[in-house]
């Protein structure tokens, strides 16, 4: 069912791709309210957003004076997203200001609220702005950590707004769950894998997997705006847009990932292993393109075993090597056979790998794989089992880097 969301827009740059978050928005069956100030309408106009929204848009807390609209836009709403939040306008929310629609609409919202920064570097680290956000989260609000990249005119740095699906993933996340994003793991270091390796037979062709890297993703961006300094390694995830707040490494193969996991791990304190990584690869790749009839032909393709990352991981600190790693985190994509349902190769993989918990999925038929919703089974090597309900990788997520807050509390 639909639910009343307010957009807040302040007066930035950014404020074009407000556009694109308030159709997200409309599209996923929400009723959206447009807020802008008298400056974001410098960039975008107002017939834009009533366009988009199909409500009137107002600015001043003297519109719609009958309907007290400066109090009941924010007693009603489902949620609250300021995007872009300039530095002025996050001054203003902090001082708990009231001289336009927004900000009197935040004084009065019992919904939760969310902020998506954009500016530049130097205001975005200066310390009046680091007060005014700390006080906003103190307070409850969810701050979002902008991304880095480029800004107006050829600057580059972290200050650039996070791109419209991920703030309404995490929007719809708030939600599914209100308390969902707490600032719990400030100053841990999270290591993420996700996507697919590929293991080239030739200059062309590889043998790879379905894996998108969505549910990976998801880890990072909740992890990262839960506070971990997250570094995230994507196989083959190009297509996917970079989470805000996040290092990216990029790797290709179950070689790569392997060799960038064990020079990463040493400073994590969790290892996230939602990559989908090749169990074989190919003894012998070619070093032109294999064609038909030629002499390169091959009659078979022969397999080795690649190295287990995650097996490797939990022998490494349990030897002592890894000290400081407090939570492995391994994930399990399966199927039933004879042998099993799916929950029963589940468990045997987590008795086999030994991580302190396991995601564990069915795949096929549309589930998991390339797909933006996913449900399953979390496995805790003490035992203890919880159902993932079906809904968004997001909130999935969610789930899972709750319970590795708690090992690492532990």
């Not at 045997?348 to 919703?373: I, M, Y």
């Not at 997520?397 to 807050?405: E, F, G, L, P, T």
Request: charged share 20%; aromatic share 4%; proline share 5%.
């Amino acid at each position: 069912m639909g639910k009343r969301i307010v957009v807040g827009v302040a007066g930035g740059i950014a404020a074009y791709k407000a556009c694109s978050l308030i159709r997200l928005f409309t599209e996923a069956g929400h009723q959206v309210r447009v807020i802008p100030t008298e400056s974001a309408l410098n960039f975008v106009g107002a017939a834009t957003f009533e366009a988009l929204s199909g409500q009137p848009v107002q600015t001043g807390v003297f519109a719609d004076v009958p309907e007290v609209a400066h109090v009941r836009l924010g007693q009603q709403a489902d949620l609250v997203v300021v995007a872009p939040a300039t530095a002025d306008l996050l001054a203003r929310a902090a001082a708990g200001r009231a001289d336009d629609l927004l900000t009197a609409t935040l004084l009065t919202a019992h919904a939760p609220v969310l902020f998506a920064p954009a500016m530049h570097t130097e205001m975005w680290l200066h310390p009046a702005t680091v007060e005014n956000v700390a006080t906003l989260r103190r307070r409850g609000a969810v701050v979002l950590d902008p991304a880095a990249g480029r800004l107006t005119g050829t600057d580059s740095g972290p200050g650039r707004l996070p791109e419209p699906e991920e703030i309404a993933a995490l929007a719809g996340l708030l939600l599914d769950r209100a308390d969902a994003l707490p600032r719990d793991l400030t100053g841990r270091k999270i290591l993420i894998t996700a996507g697919g390796t590929r293991e080239p037979l030739d200059p062309v062709r590889f043998i790879g997997n379905r894996s998108s890297g969505k549910q990976g993703y998801a880890v990072a961006r909740v992890a990262a705006q839960r506070g971990a300094e997250v570094t995230l390694i994507g196989a083959n995830t190009r297509a996917l847009a970079d989470p805000a707040g996040v290092e990216m490494v990029r790797v290709g193969s179950a070689a790569e990932l392997a060799e960038t996991v064990a020079k990463r791990t040493p400073e994590a304190d969790a290892l996230v292993m939602a990559a989908a990584v090749a169990d074989f690869r190919p003894t012998r790749v070619a070093g032109a393109k294999m064609k038909k009839g030629a002499d390169s032909e091959p009659s078979a393709i022969e397999l080795v075993r690649n190295d287990d990352v995650l097996a490797t991981a939990v022998a490494d600190r349990a030897d002592g090597r890894l000290p400081r790693l407090s939570a492995i985190v391994g994930f399990a994509a399966e199927t039933g056979d004879a042998a099993g349902d799916v929950l029963f190769h589940g468990r045997a993989k987590l008795r086999r790998k030994g991580c302190d918990l396991l995601v564990v999925n069915a795949v096929g038929d549309g589930k998991a794989f390339e797909v933006d919703h996913n449900a399953g089974w979390l496995l805790a090597a003490d035992g203890s089992e919880s159902v993932l309900e079906q809904g968004s990788k997001t909130l999935m997520a969610s789930r899972i880097v709750d319970a590795m807050v708690g090992l690492l509390r532990a």
